[in-house]
Structures are given as C-alpha cells and as structure tokens.
C-alpha cells in the first residue's frame, strides 16, 4: 500500500459546513490549512441536499438571551450557556456573510429579511454547499485533500502533556494510506447516522433524514484519543413524513395542517407543540391504537398544493415525486412518523465536551458543527459560528506549537491493520452484514423504532454484551477496494458510538426528554440529574462521570 | 429511492462523481458513470444537478411506494426544469426559479 506523509499547521478534519467556514475563516491567518474530507467538499455532509432556512436567526425585538432561554426550556436545562450565547450573539452577522457569498435571502419590501416565527429566516438554500466550498477552496493558504477518510487521531506525550499532533486516514478511491502531521486539529465530522435500524430498512435504506454519510468518526475518534464527550444519551428523533422522511414543518407552518390520528380528531393540543412532544403524542396515538397518524391536508386547494410540491422540491424531491405518483396533500393527508434515533450536536446537545473556545479536553483539539456538544439548535448559521470560534483558537494554539515529530511505530501498527482488512478473508463476514446486526440490537434493545424509543437497564445489558461482541467481529473484516475499506471504518466508527451512546443511557436515570430518552425504569424527571453525563475512554472501556451545569460565564478545562 | 445513470447520454465528465457526498459513482474504464451501490443512495440530487446532459434519473424504491415513475433535473440558466414521467408515458414538468427564496 502507498503511504503519504504530510504535515500542515492546522488540519481541519470535515469539509462540511463548519468545517469549510473554518477554513475560509482561516485565509487571512498567515497559517497552512489543510481540510482533509470523506467525500469532495463541494456537496459532502448535511447540506448536500440544500437547506429551506436558515434555522438559527433572531429577529428584531429579541435577544441572544431570549435564544439561550428558549434552548434551555427546549433542552430541559441540559445545555451549556455559553457556548449558545456565543452562537446567539452571531448568528445575524453570519447571516450576512452567507448573503455576501451569494446566498438568496428572502427579503421584504424594505429590505430586511423575512423570518419565519422569530428565530427562522427563508431562503433558497439549494447551492449552499456550493458557496461554502468555493469560500474556502478560493484561499491561498488552503489545500483541500478530498477522497480521505480519517480514521483516527495522533497524539504525543502522556498524562498532562498528551497533545494533538494530527491523523491518520485512507483514500476512499485508491489503496493510499495518509500520516498527517498537524500543530492544531479542528474536528468537523458532524454527528452520527446509522447507528439505530432506519424507518426504511430494504431498498431504501438510506432514506433517512440525516447524512447516513455522517457516521459518528469524530466521535469515536475522540473517544479513542482520551477526550471527552457529553450528554450523547440526548438523542435527537425527527418527526417526519412516512416513507420519504421528508420533513413536515414546511407543511405545518407553511399551510398550516395539524397533526391528527386515524379518527380524524386534533392530538397535538393534547401533548404540547415542543419537537420531541410532537413525536411523543404520535407515538402514543399509535400505541393507544389510533393511528396511523397524518398532518390534515386534505383541502387545502390546488394552489397551494402546487406551492408544496414546488418547496419540497428544494429540499426534498423524494415527497413531490411521492405526491406525483400517488395523489397530492390537497387530495390526501400526509402521514407522519418518528425517525430512528440520531446523534447530532445540532439539534440535540451531544457530542464533544469543549471549553467555550471551542477546545475538547484533548489540548490541541478544536471542535464545531454537529460533532461538538453543549450547544443545541445551532443549525447552519451555529455551525459557522462554532467553526469561527474554533478557527480563531486553532490558529492562537497553532502559532505556540511545534511541528510533533514523525512517530514511525505508531503508523507501522495503523497501516498493518488497514492492511491486515484488505488481505482478510473473503469468506467471513462483510461489514454490511455487522451493520445490520448493530442497527438491530440498537432498535430492539437501545430503546429505537422498536420499542418506541423505550429501553431500561436489562435491555440495555443485553444491548452493550452483543455490540462488544460486533467490535470484535469487526477486527476481521475484509475489504476488496477503497469502497469496502470506507465501510468498514465507518462501521467501527458507529460500534464506538453505539457503545458510549448505551453508556450514557445507562447513566442517566430519568426520563429527561421524550423520545430522545424514554427510560422506562424510571419514567420521571429527577433534580439529581440536573448534571450533564459526560465520557471518556479509560483502557478501552467507555466510563461516565458528572459535570455540573455551566450556566453563564466562560467555561475553561481545569483537565 | 435511489439513481440510475443513462449511459447512452452520460458524456463521461465525472462532475457527479465529484458532487456525490457519499462517493457512489465513480467513472469507469468505458468513461461512464457507475452507481456503485443503488441502496446507499441518500436521494440528495446532488450529482443530478451537475449533471450537463440530463443523463441521471431519480426513482422512489418500491420499499417507499414507488411505482415506477422517474424524475430528471434539466438546468436552464437559472431555471431548473424538473420532468417526472409515469410508466404509462404521462409527463409532469415543475419549473423553480433558483433566485426565488422558499416562501414556506
Ligand atoms: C437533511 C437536513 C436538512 C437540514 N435543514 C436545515 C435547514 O433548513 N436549516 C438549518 O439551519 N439547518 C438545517 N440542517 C442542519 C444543518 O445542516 C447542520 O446542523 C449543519 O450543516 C452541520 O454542519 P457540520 O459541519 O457539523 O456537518 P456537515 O456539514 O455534515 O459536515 C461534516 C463533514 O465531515 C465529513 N466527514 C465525516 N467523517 C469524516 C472522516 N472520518 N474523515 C473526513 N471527513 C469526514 C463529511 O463528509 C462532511 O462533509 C439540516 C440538516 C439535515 C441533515
Ligand atoms: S442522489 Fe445524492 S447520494 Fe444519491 S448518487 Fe446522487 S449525489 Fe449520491
Ligand atoms: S455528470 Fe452526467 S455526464 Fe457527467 S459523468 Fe455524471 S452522469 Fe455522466
């Protein structure tokens, strides 16, 4: 196999949207940046489809506060304050950038833009991606590496003088593998999909709602590196249309449908208009056995019909194509369902547990976007202002670090078991099948689709013994190409997750959220939990432990 | 849901399979593009919009009510011309203007 050695003073790794915000951000640093990312990252994560709004935006009359306030209602007190009064206090400025880039904004006639409640702005986000991408491709000091899978992080030193020192990764095109050696690291992988048997298990897959391309590596990355994670057991689960996953806001707010069951009666009233309350009173009419469960349409008129057919196809074609063939939402109500549970630091408060500088605990170690925890409903306009703040400090650590040195042995052992997958036997598993036994013991013993997002400790016993069992499983399998190899990392990946993940349901016992942690041991909030649940990796055991809630201020590591 | 790529009018650019955030298609030794794994399909429409000769189509798997249509994407400066046609041979076009902003 070819090795590649490169060095760089900061490796921003995912050329998503924090990640390529970051970069641009980067351009007048005078540093070298390189972006190391999965696919190309032109359209790669989230926003490959477009996005209908930008979802994170206060409107004149507000303030960043009544954001922060608004997210920690949202999140039951489980949510870092300074990091969202960081976002809040940007998120307009972040706005006009993008508008600067060439993004539409709607406007009205006075020029301001058009909000959607008080926290929404509407756009027409199909090429974003497009415009991030160019924003930090165009800098001189940026190299983009694309086609490289990361699978691990490096570090140096022991105890307190464990640093960052840069990664490993593979090409996904060729038999390549990269030793990368960075001052800095940003991670800007995104959150976790795939992790729990999707809606849509056959064909279709891949049809979920979040990136099913985004597979928790910066988690699992991190975990193995010594840092430390939070709150991953705030598990985030969309309320979408059946089949497509398309989502349904746009119809609710757009022509104002409600939610109703199979009797036709009204149940959203009954259950509170919170997101996870909305899945939770659909998931309870299905158990009360009044379901299926729909968002009336019918009547709404043919205009209308066409303007839903027409938004959806900016966002989600699959749902026009859908209503084509088989009968618009003016002839139909739409059904709805839950999705299978997610881990995004966007929606929900999971992933790395960082200084409001956006540091991990692992020193050198930068992290934005949806992999970075503490800080939910930060969306697009959250995750560039995460990636600037995490920029900004990078580049500060950057400038006082020296180059780490070539560390052979370490790479030696890396590349021997990259090499020991392409030359396993054919005959054994295949990474495809351990995923489908991963995302079935999450379901039916991790509390997904299956048990209405329920679990309690014995299931979850069951649930941490059989993943264990898959981690060792997946030390043996083979890979023909680059494209096998990428699945088999992105499988170990999510076995990691998956394993912090039932860590930390295990460790909180209380029903914080509905949905996104039913515990049915104990079914109540409790005012012991009012903590954070945060993790690290100890001699390959995932390990919990408590933080106190950080409510104001500035928040530093004392490590 | 997945793609399917029309070989006879696929030009061998490569643009999809830059815009592809999974890296499923890949151009193969007859300059055409491969989908590599018709169920890893995220149905983002991505490679289709970069497509120059309209030469990838969208369909909706059977697993999610799919009855056979298929859908293709033709870029008209800053038209998108959307045409869904049926298996019986019914067309449906969808212009979107790209400088108009969601109203919903
Ligand atoms: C379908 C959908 C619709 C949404 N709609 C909206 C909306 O309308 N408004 C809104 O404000 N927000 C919306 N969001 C949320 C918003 O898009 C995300 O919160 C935000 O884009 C996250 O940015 P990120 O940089 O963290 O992740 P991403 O943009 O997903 O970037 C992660 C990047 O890391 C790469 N990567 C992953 N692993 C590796 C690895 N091991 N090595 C190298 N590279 C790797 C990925 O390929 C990807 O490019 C939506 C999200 C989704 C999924
Ligand atoms: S629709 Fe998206 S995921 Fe599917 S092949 Fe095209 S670019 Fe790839
Ligand atoms: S973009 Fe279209 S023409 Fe170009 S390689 Fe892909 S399918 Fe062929």
Redesign the pocket.
């Known amino acids: 196999m070819e090795e590649k050695q490169l060095t760089t003073d900061i490796l921003i ?8 915000f970051a970069a641009a951000k980067l351009g007048k640093s005078g540093l070298s940046v390189l972006i ?4 190309n ?1 032109e359209r ?4 490959a ?1 477009g ?6 935006y206060i409107a004149p009359g507000h303030r960043p506060e009544d954001y922060v306030e608004y997210a920690r209602k949202d999140g039951a007190g489980i949510v870092r304050d300074d990091l969202l009064l960081t976002i809040a206090q940007n998120v307009n400025r972040i706005t006009e950038e993008l508008e600067a880039l060439g993004l539409v904004i709607l406007k009205d006639e006075e020029g301001r833009h058009v909000t959607r409640g008080w926290r929404n702005v509407k756009i027409n ?1 199909e090429n974003i ?1 497009p415009l991030l991408a160019k924003a930090a491709r165009t800098q001189k000091n940026v190299t983009v590496l694309n086609y ?4 691990d992080l490096k570090t140096v030193g022991e105890g307190e003088e464990k640093r960052v020192a840069g990664a490993w ?1 593979v090409s996904t095109r060729e038999r390549v593998f990269y030793d990368i050696r960075a001052k800095a690291v940003l991670i ?4 976790a999909a795939g992790l729990y048997r999707p809606n849509n298990p056959g064909f279709s897959r891949h049809k979920m ?3 099913p ?3 928790g ?2 988690f699992a ?1 991190g975990l193995r590196a010594g840092a430390e994670l939070t709150t991953l057991e705030n598990r985030f689960v969309a309320l979408r249309c059946k089949d497509t996953i398309a ?1 349904t806001g746009t119809i609710a707010q757009g022509v104002g449908a409600k939610q109703v069951n199979a009797l036709g009666e009204v149940y959203e009233t009954k259950y509170g208009l919170s997101t996870p309350e909305r899945i939770y009173g659909t998931v309870e009419e299905n158990r009360a056995g009044r379901g299926p469960c729909y968002l009336h349409t019918r009547g709404i008129g043919e205009e209308k019909e066409q303007d839903l057919l027409r938004a959806y196809l900016n ?2 074609p699959a749902q026009t194509l859908k209503w084509v063939e088989q009968g618009g939402p003016n002839s139909e109500d739409v059904e709805i369902e839950g999705t299978e549970p997610y881990i ?4 929900t408060a999971s992933g790395f547990w960082v200084s409001t500088k956006r540091e991990t605990t692992l020193p050198g170690l930068f992290a ?5 925890g503490g800080a939910p409903q ?6 560039m202002v995460e ?1 600037e703040i995490a920029a900004a400090a990078a580049a500060e650590y950057a400038r006082q670090a020296e180059l780490p040195e070539l560390d052979m042995e370490e790479t030696r052992a890396r590349l021997a078991e990259v090499e020991g997958h392409y030359s396993a036997s054919e005959e054994s598993l295949r990474a495809e099948d351990l995923e489908e036994a991963m995302q079935k013991i999450m379901d039916e013993y991790a509390g997904g689709i299956h048990t209405d997002y329920r679990y309690n400790e014995a299931r979850l016993a069951v649930a941490k013994e059989r993943i264990e069992a898959l981690e060792q499983a997946a030390k043996n399998l083979p890979a023909r190409d680059p494209f096998d190899l990428l699945h088999v ?1 992105e499988l170990k ?1 999510r076995l990691t997750v998956a394993r912090a993940l039932i860590a930390h349901l295990a460790a909180r016992q209380e029903t914080r959220w509905h949905i996104f942690g039913e515990n049915a041991d104990h079914p109540e909030r409790s005012a012991d939990f009012d903590c954070y649940i945060n993790s690290r990796m100890e001699a390959g055991e995932v390990v919990t432990l408590r933080r106190p809630l950080v409510k104001g201020g500035t928040y530093e590591h004392t490590h | 849901m997945s793609i399917r790529i029309e070989k006879t009018r696929c030009i061998g650019c490569g643009a999809c399979t830059n815009a592809c ?1 999974g890296s499923l298609l890949i151009l193969q030794e007859d300059k055409k593009a491969f989908m590599r794994s018709p169920r890893d399909c995220w149905g983002c429409t991505a490679c289709m919009k970069v497509c120059p000769v309209e030469a990838i189509t969208y369909f909706l798997g059977a697993d999610v009510g799919g009855r056979g249509s298929r859908m293709t994407l033709a870029r008209e400066g800053v038209l998108y011309r959307w045409k869904i046609q049926s298996p019986a041979g019914a067309q449906r076009e969808i212009l979107i203007d790209r400088r108009n902003s969601n109203k919903y």
């Open positions: 790794i995912g050329g998503g949207t924090a990640g390529c190391a990312e999965k696919a990252i790669s994560g989230c926003l489809a996005v209908n709004a930008l979802n994170a986000g991606k490289v899978n990361i699978l990764g800007a992988t995104g959150g709602w979040y990136s391309f985004n597979t590596a910066g990355m989502p966002m989600a995004v630091g966007g929606h934005a976007g949806d992999v970075a930060k969306y697009v306009t959250g995750a990636g990392y990946e | 955030p």
